[in-house]
């Protein structure tokens, strides 16, 4: 193999598939990138088992030549050394030549470097995914449900199910579930697709999709999104991302969400949010993150957080409304914080059922992002 390459579109390449690759992989050829040369541009594959990318670069873009290509052919080569290493060539452009026994020359500038390559043909290949179930979303759309949802996944591997995202599919409804047992996020949004009704449940892990949104364009392109039994593609421009789709049922967490409320109130969601954010930093101290809001007669809420060793914060926030009963609540911080990020409204609707039950948050102009939380039980 022997090709010239420009060296941006190259770490651009590098930059999309390194995201797969795993220093913790017991498969020795998975610590390497593998480099496919054709006539029609490189290929770039990376794969830690559970995600699998791969990012093709034409030979030519917009008249611009990209690549130059002397002689077909493949090799892998260790990622981390490769990935450094062309960050830190002198030139814009690069060759590449690979000799007998997959020995690797890369040059560039003055700068010539010599790599020991791997056999390609050792390289597992990448899944085979029928296309007849698929599923078109938005990349923006695609990137907020992500943000909305992921970050409400179990960090706990005994239930692996739990440390993925659902994507429940029904009709031409797509919603999102995370839960980690103690708070839940969702987000629903209307698919226009063909075949959305034959389309299965899904599990993806939320370390994957945080990795996929880092790809996923800013801008409103479409996303192909193909569905097998046990992997699912995401189609994006010239990159393919591969994930394993989670083995187990997820739990039915329709049972947690109450259907009424026994108080309900409208908050300012940046004073809010402001006001739990000074408070943690007290409670952070004491290793607790547990802050407490009580609610007043004057339409107003109080949120504290005290110290043992530092002392204590208060303070008041308007509501824009209230209604039911007045009650204390305790809750941890840093998940309320979590939950108000993305909450992306001037105000929200938060709901309660009692002192020790599931509270409840929305946007205040939209129902189809939720957000729960279940309280702390304090000794005062």
């Given at each position: 193999m022997k090709l010239t390459i420009l060296k941006d579109h190259l770490i651009e390449s590098i930059g999309h598939v390194s995201k797969a690759i795993s220093s913790r992989t017991t498969i020795p050829i998975l610590t390497g990138i593998k480099i496919d040369a054709t006539l029609s541009g490189v290929t770039l594959t990376a794969s830690d088992t559970d995600i699998s990318i791969q990012s093709f670069t034409p030979s030519e873009n917009d008249k611009i030549k990209i690549i130059e290509l002397f002689q077909a052919g493949s090799v892998v080569l260790p990622a981390k050394f490769f990935v450094e290493i062309i960050r830190k060539l002198p030139a814009q452009l690069i060759e590449i030549e690979v000799r007998n026994n997959f020995q690797t020359i890369i040059r560039s500038?003055?700068?010539?470097?010599?790599?020991?390559?791997?056999?390609?043909?050792?390289?597992?290949?990448?899944?085979?995914?029928?296309?007849?179930?698929?599923?078109?979303?938005?990349?923006?759309?695609?990137?907020?449900?992500?943000?909305?949802?992921?970050?409400?996944?179990?960090?706990?591997?005994?239930?692996?199910?739990?440390?993925?995202?659902?994507?429940?599919?029904?009709?031409?409804?797509?919603?999102?579930?995370?839960?980690?047992?103690?708070?839940?996020?969702?987000?629903?949004?209307?698919?226009?697709?063909?075949?959305?009704?034959?389309?299965?449940?899904?599990?993806?892990?939320?370390?994957?999709?945080?990795?996929?949104?880092?790809?996923?364009?800013?801008?409103?392109?479409?996303?192909?999104?193909?569905?097998?039994?046990?992997?699912?593609?995401?189609?994006?421009?010239?990159?393919?991302?591969?994930?394993?789709?989670?083995?187990?049922?997820?739990?039915?967490?329709?049972?947690?969400?109450?259907?009424s409320f026994q108080t309900e109130m409208v908050v300012p969601t940046k004073e809010l949010a402001e006001a739990i954010d000074r408070a943690y930093l007290l409670s952070r101290e004491d290793k607790t993150n547990i802050v407490k809001m009580m609610m007043l007669e004057d339409q107003t809420i109080e949120i504290s957080s005290s110290s043992s060793e530092l002392g204590k914060v208060t303070e008041q926030i308007n509501l824009q409304h209230i209604a039911g009963e007045l009650l204390k609540i305790s809750f941890n911080s840093k998940y309320m914080l979590d939950a108000l990020k993305v909450l992306d409204s001037e105000f929200i609707h938060i709901g309660f059922t009692g002192a020790m039950q599931p509270i409840i948050m929305k946007p205040q102009d939209s129902t189809n992002i939720l957000q729960l939380i279940l309280p702390y039980r304090t000794t005062n």
């Open positions: 500038g003055s700068s010539e470097i010599q790599i020991m390559g791997l056999d390609p043909d050792e390289y597992p290949l990448l899944p085979e995914i029928e296309e007849s179930k698929m599923l078109r979303l938005p990349s923006d759309l695609l990137k907020t449900m992500i943000k909305q949802t992921s970050y409400a996944v179990s960090t706990n591997e005994s239930t692996p199910i739990l440390t993925g995202v659902l994507w429940n599919i029904s009709g031409d409804k797509l919603k999102f579930i995370a839960c980690d047992r103690h708070r839940l996020a969702s987000r629903e949004v209307t698919v226009d697709n063909d075949n959305a009704h034959q389309l299965p449940n899904i599990v993806i892990a939320g370390r994957t999709l945080n990795e996929l949104s880092k790809i996923l364009p800013d801008q409103n392109s479409l996303i192909d999104i193909v569905i097998s039994d046990n992997q699912v593609l995401f189609k994006i421009h010239s990159i393919l991302f591969y994930s394993r789709i989670l083995d187990g049922t997820y739990p039915d967490t329709s049972k947690l969400i109450p259907q």
